[in-house]
RNA sequence: GCCCCGGUAGCUCAGUUGGAUAGAGCAGCGGAUUUCUAAUCCGCCGGUCGGGGGUUCGAAUCCCUCCCGGGGCGCCA
């Protein structure tokens, strides 16, 4: 309906530039609902763009728009200037009762508009976290985040690949091995462990042994409940016989494997499924790094410095050099994601998504700067950065420490919340400002309250009217059959107005890579529709009257449609009752 | 010191890529209804958009500058 009337608009104001002898383009102008609704359906500032072209006052400009549009087709109610020479439009009520129908017959295709740049192959990074613990608060964020984004560019017809890239070797997974065997051998009476007071303050004094006990936990190693738990397990299959292996084998391994799948399985109370899990390992045992390595040497962006390799990256507009490979001969982070962005490349993507947190995002230049020396076009990488959360409960915030494994996990705030909620909450603002999540709102169970909740109800609510209707024996209108004419109160033409915004709401989500905008969407919605039904005195959807009870019934049925695709959108149920 | 991100109502935050009188939820206040310290409905209050300058028909939005908060600035990931 708006690109309908935004072509007539574009022909007329074209007919009067040509007339003034202005061969130029159309402006873009804006055609958007306002904010008030006394000032139209749609508001267009067209006059005011091209009132300088045609050398007339902006005012005498939207007349001559006005009076050449008419009805444009029975489209148009009425039309008015207003204010510096913005054209106010009504449209007629007919219009938006078809405009309903148009909503019902599309079902759940409703806002899922495949863009015209085309479906894109797109590659979405996130989550990412190697497996040393369980997903902390801003993973969880994060994780949501991924998803909700890769839904939202599936909807406008791009084909998304989720990955989730993750490194079993290095440095942090040694340390992991350590703690893991530090706890076996202290439940052994092998080792002491480290005062409390140690643990606590990096500066305090470190002691090498206890009661004649050598104290083995690492300086840095991981102080979380779950390390003991990986000892007491493997305690319970091999007794003491692994007191003599090294830290690196079965410690490691055993750490490694069970930290894995319970992130796996805390994703997947998410509902985040991943279509391809990438190692950084691949990239060391198939060669890549050499060859990443060679081909920036032979374009003069590497050298030898006090042992170690640099990336000349101060050559490719960057503030500073990088290491590439330690003096140690190990690599850094850096030359393994060099290699793992050319292979994304190489596997065909057209579109390369990477989300990280705050603390990431430093890194990114430099990959990006990399990859484009190796010859990939660097303005298809994509960074999406997020902040960090926070928990509030009882107006407090709640203190979190990772050096102490003091934090609150994606799993206990799941089974306190439940996977809808904690979505909700996560995705609900932009990922570049720090998110609050209160765990008190969080835990609300009233509807009314709880955000998350207050959708969801809208939409079982039309479940609700439609049983109440089965009851009394009304029938659900038939898609093909509908007469929504009867819908002219103000709410409902309101109401009928936001649900056809929903499409533009996707559109522009997934342009943004910005989820939020559903949600708040969706609250509107539910904040119309709510009230609605709530004020059953005034209109009640069922009634003596059979074909307003019908038109009633759509308009039920049309706010089912959005709220249902919404939610998936943002990778929530859509319940039929609560 | 340098870089990134924020600063909008008492609190938590939106603000459609420059549009008209800046919005929502919660909190607060008032009224209505109501058989309980509850619940529901309606209304109200509330703002130098961090400060200052600039760009133009028009700025929360773009540019410059300063202030405050968070994060980063490693041969950690």
């Keep these: 309906m708006r690109e309908r009337l935004r072509r007539v608009l574009e022909e007329h104001l074209a007919a009067a530039l040509r007339e003034a002898g202005d061969a130029g383009a159309v402006p873009a102008f804006a055609l958007d609902p306002p904010r008030q609704a006394e000032h139209g359906d749609f508001a267009c500032n067209a006059a005011l763009l091209v009132a300088k072209r045609l050398r007339q006052p902006p005012q005498a400009v939207a007349e001559r728009l006005i009076a050449a549009l008419g009805d444009a087709g029975g489209l148009v109610a009425a039309a008015e200037v207003a204010g510096p020479g913005f054209v106010n439009l009504w449209i007629a009520d007919a219009e938006w009762q078809r405009g309903l129908l148009g909503i019902l017959a599309a079902g759940s295709a409703f806002g899922r508009v495949p863009r015209r740049d085309g479906a894109l192959r797109t590659q979405i990074e996130f989550v990412s976290a190697n497996p040393t613990g369980p997903l902390t608060l801003g993973h969880g964020r994060q994780a949501v985040l991924g998803d909700c984004i890769a839904r939202l560019l599936e909807a406008v017809g791009q084909q998304v690949t989720r990955e989730y890239y993750f490194n079993d070797g290095g440095r942090q997974m040694r340390v992991l091995g350590q703690s893991v065997k530090a706890r076996y051998l202290e439940q052994l009476g092998l080792a002491a462990p480290p005062p409390v007071a140690a643990l606590a303050d990096a500066e305090a004094p470190w002691p090498e042994s206890i009661d004649g006990l050598p104290v083995v936990f690492p300086r840095d190693g991981y102080q979380g409940d779950y390390?003991?738990?990986?000892?007491?397990d493997l305690r319970a299959c091999h007794g003491d016989s692994l007191a003599e292996q090294p830290?690196?084998?079965?410690?490691?391994?055993?750490?490694?494997?069970?930290?894995?799948?319970?992130?796996?399985?805390?994703?997947?109370?998410?509902?985040?499924?991943?279509?391809?899990?990438?190692?950084?390992?691949?990239f060391y045992e198939s060669g890549e790094l050499e060859r990443v390595l060679d081909e920036l040497r032979g374009r003069d962006l590497v050298y030898e410095h006090e042992g170690a390799v640099w990336l000349r990256a101060t050559a490719l507009?960057?503030?500073?050099?990088?290491?590439?490979?330690?003096?140690?001969?190990?690599?850094?982070?850096?030359?393994?994601?060099?290699?793992y962005h050319r292979d994304k490349f190489r596997r065909g993507f057209e579109r390369i998504l990477d989300i990280q947190g705050a603390d990431h995002i430093e890194q990114f230049p430099f990959v990006r700067a990399a990859i484009g020396a190796l010859g990939c076009d660097p303005e298809r990488v994509e960074l999406v950065m997020h902040q960090f959360v926070t928990l509030t409960s009882g107006g407090q915030q709640v203190k979190q420490s990772t050096r102490?494994?003091?934090?609150?996990?994606?799993?206990?705030?799941?089974t306190q919340v439940g996977a809808d909620v904690f979505r909700f909450f996560m995705v609900q603002r932009k990922a570049e400002g720090h998110l609050d999540f209160d765990l008190d709102l969080a835990k609300e169970r009233d509807w009314k309250k709880n955000p998350a909740f207050y959708v969801q109800y809208a939409h079982a609510r039309t479940w609700g009217i439609?049983?109440?209707?089965?009851?009394?024996?009304?029938?659900?209108?038939?898609?093909?059959?509908?007469?929504?004419?009867?819908?002219?109160?103000?709410e409902e033409l309101t109401l009928i107005r936001k649900l056809l915004e929903f499409p533009a709401v996707v559109a522009q989500a997934a342009a943004a890579c910005e989820p939020h905008h559903i949600a708040y969407y969706l609250r509107d919605v539910a904040g119309l529709w709510n009230p609605y039904v709530q004020d059953g005195t005034r209109h009640r959807v069922l009634s003596e009257d059979a074909s307003l009870s019908a038109a009633r019934l759509a308009l039920a049925l049309g706010v089912r449609t959005v709220l249902a695709n919404g939610l998936e959108l943002l990778g929530l149920s859509a319940p039929e009752r609560m």
């Design 227 to 232: 390390i003991a738990e990986i000892a007491t």
């Design 247 to 282: 830290a690196e084998g079965v410690f490691r391994e055993a750490a490694q494997k069970r930290i894995f799948a319970e992130i796996e399985a805390t994703l997947t109370a998410l509902g985040i499924r991943f279509d391809v899990y990438t190692n950084e390992k691949t």
């Design 317 to 339: 507009g960057l503030d500073r050099d990088r290491v590439l490979v330690k003096g140690s001969g190990e690599p850094t982070y850096l030359l393994p994601d060099i290699a």
């Design 404 to 414: 102490r494994a003091n934090y609150v996990t994606v799993d206990e705030l799941l």
């Design 466 to 490: 439609e049983r109440k209707a089965a009851e009394q024996g009304v029938p659900m209108p038939s898609a093909a059959a509908i007469d929504a004419s009867g819908l002219t109160l103000p």
